[in-house]
């Protein structure tokens, strides 16, 4: 090709470039661009399950108007989410195992204890120790008031949505641990019918720990704060009454602080307020401490507005008189 | 300057209408003072508004509360060695250099009056501002505050820091109370020097927007005649010293209004109150 000194070596190429540069076509080329942006965006965050489902059960559980009608002529909904499925821990086993492999013949009644029992089938060690935690015990008395594996392993209190505990958005991931907890004893009608009137989450925000847990980082490794279950146990959580809780009496106590503050003693157990507020009776310490420096700064701070107030009207009568 | 008589002496080397009024350990205290009180500030009240958005974000920011932790820490140990520093400084004036004690910063009866002085002149039924000596009520205040503040932040503070250390020996509830006073401790101190300290130390006609006088330790010598007449009379004898320097450029406020206004006090623009005294702020 001979060498055209308007168009250079390359006529068609500068006849592309000057296309290129033409405002229609660089519009044309962003709208191309967004929406294949958008298109695999909406790829990673289609509602596909990627659960396991080997027996195609979705083809008719991912229907969200499936239900049935039960012996005691109740409706049950029988809706499988499958976005739910895709971070649950156990995307990878299929729905068989927990549903038998024939699962259309089974009728349990679906209790919150033959649910824990389920669980139980596979974690047994997690599921023993519940048994004899005061949530346990109440559960095989038939009360359905109690945390069981889904209330605290899942954030919809759903099955097919339990989340591995390591991961930041599960319930029971450290840092999640208090809000957890929270769901049902922030609920003072639920706490009040078993008499626990203080209030726990609150408290337990206000103090050294609490701060400590809310302010820190999702990083596991600096989650070191001790938080509900630090003292009061996991799976095997006792009521306060029972003198194996960890919590019960100051020798307990102790022992219980001394896992992270090595040598603590009892004298510095008995600093810990119980989740309850100081009052003239109980830690009077405490409580006059608040009152002493509720008023002192109430009345400094009085002052300095006053004097600020004054002076500033006064620079103000000064400026305009001049 | 830790006696009065040290002003003299250093007039000499300062800029003529320049008077010299803290010297480099005070303002040196002060800077110290100031810097760790704003970082202990910013690392601190989070904790006590921890449900703040706010404090989260701003935690946060720096890394968790893990690092601000450490910040608060190592600022808090400062702090306390500046007031050793300070303890020092005035024991070695007084036992070594066999200068007088600092009676200057000790209240007197007078400071009450002048407190009711000042606010019959801010509100009007005064015509007249109280004439002060070298350091006024506010000063004063400002001053012997932490001479309060410090034990009491410092103590809880300890307290918090090594909690089964001082549980050997003292009761267990003294943490939980530790927690409570050292979070109102500092929310008054850090209350009184943004509504009283700031505004009238920087904000105040006259020396808007910044009072350089305890980082510099010079003030102009017609803005410490207004402010300190009665120390600036005493040795300086009355307008004598004003007169023997007419070549002194009049200090300007920032509004650009002249503080060598005539002698009557009523009409003049009112002036701010000076830094801190020895040096600190609080």
Redesign the interface.
């Known amino acids: 090709m001979p060498y055209n000194k308007r168009s250079g070596f390359f006529p068609a190429l500068r006849q592309g470039v000057a296309i290129a540069k033409k405002p229609f076509f660089i519009l044309l080329l962003g709208i191309v661009m967004m929406a294949a942006t958008a298109a695999i965006l909406r790829s990673y965050t289609s509602e596909r399950a990627y659960g396991l489902d080997q027996n195609q059960c979705l083809l008719c559980h991912g229907n969200p108007d499936l239900a049935k009608t039960n012996s005691n002529s109740e409706k049950v909904s029988l809706y499988v989410k499958e976005e739910f499925l895709n971070t649950s821990a156990h995307r990878y086993i299929d729905c068989t195992a927990c549903h038998t492999a024939t699962p259309h013949q089974v009728d349990t009644p679906l209790t919150k204890l033959s649910l824990a029992q389920k669980c139980g089938t596979c974690h047994e060690y997690q599921y023993n120790l519940h048994k004899e935690s005061i949530h346990g015990q109440q559960l095989l008395q038939g009360n359905a008031d109690v945390a069981t594996c889904v209330d605290c392993h899942s954030p919809t209190a759903n099955p097919h949505n339990v989340i591995r505990v390591l991961e930041y958005s599960a319930p029971a991931y450290r840092k999640n641990i208090a809000e957890t907890c929270g769901k049902c004893h922030r609920n003072e009608t639920l706490m009040g019918r078993y008499g626990i009137l203080e209030k726990v989450y609150e408290t337990y925000?206000r103090s050294?720990h609490?701060?400590?847990m809310?302010?820190?980082?999702y990083?596991i490794s600096?989650l070191d704060k001790a938080t509900c279950t630090n003292c009061h146990g996991t799976h095997d959580i006792k009521s306060l009454e029972d003198p194996q809780s960890p919590v019960a009496g100051m020798e307990n106590l102790a022992r219980t602080c001394e896992q992270c503050?090595?040598?603590?003693?009892a004298?510095?157990?008995?600093?810990?307020?119980g989740h309850k507020e100081?009052t003239p009776q109980y830690?009077p310490?405490?409580f006059f401490?608040?009152i002493f420096?509720?008023a002192?700064?109430s009345a400094?701070?009085a002052l300095?507005?006053?004097?600020?107030g004054?002076?500033?009207?006064?620079?103000g009568?000064?400026?305009w008189?001049? | 300057m830790e006696s009065v008589s040290a002003v003299p002496e250093v007039q000499t080397a300062a800029p003529v209408n320049k008077v010299l009024r803290f010297d480099v350990h005070q303002r040196l205290q002060h800077l110290v003072m100031m810097t760790t009180f704003i970082i202990l500030v910013a690392t601190g009240m989070p904790l006590k508004f921890s449900g703040w958005g706010m404090s989260q974000w701003w935690i946060d920011f720096w890394g968790g509360i893990e690092t601000t932790r450490t910040v608060h820490r190592i600022a808090g140990w400062t702090m306390l060695g500046d007031c050793l520093y300070h303890i020092l400084y005035i024991g070695y004036g007084t036992l070594l250099r066999k200068r007088p004690f600092p009676y200057w910063m000790v209240p007197t009866p007078r400071d009450f009056r002048d407190f009711f002085q000042e606010l019959r002149y801010f509100t009007g039924l005064a015509k007249t501002r109280p004439q002060y000596d070298r350091f006024n009520w506010r000063e004063k205040f400002d001053y012997m505050a932490i001479f309060w503040g410090i034990p009491i932040i410092g103590i809880s503070g300890l307290i918090m820091m090594y909690p089964v250390f001082w549980t050997k020996f003292l009761p267990g509830w003294i943490v939980p109370a530790a927690l409570v006073a050292h979070g109102d401790e500092a929310l008054l101190a850090l209350l009184w020097i943004v509504i009283v300290h700031l505004v009238f130390n920087h904000l105040a006609p006259g020396v808007f927007p910044i009072n350089t006088s305890i980082f510099s330790g010079k003030v102009p010598r017609e803005r410490y005649r207004h402010e300190h007449s009665l120390e600036y009379e005493r040795k300086f004898g009355s307008d004598i010293a004003l007169e023997a320097t007419p070549a002194d450029p009049p200090p300007q406020g920032a509004a650009g209004e002249p503080l060598d206004a005539p002698e009557t006090p009523p009409e003049t623009p009112e002036v701010k109150g000076e830094e801190n005294p020895e040096g600190r702020t609080r």
């Open positions: 925000m050294f609490g701060k400590a809310r302010l820190g980082t990083e600096r503050h090595p040598d603590a003693g004298k510095f157990a008995s600093g810990f307020l100081a830690f310490g405490v401490t608040e420096f509720l002192l700064t400094v701070v300095g507005v006053i004097v600020t004054l002076a500033v009207i006064r620079w009568i000064n400026r008189k001049v």
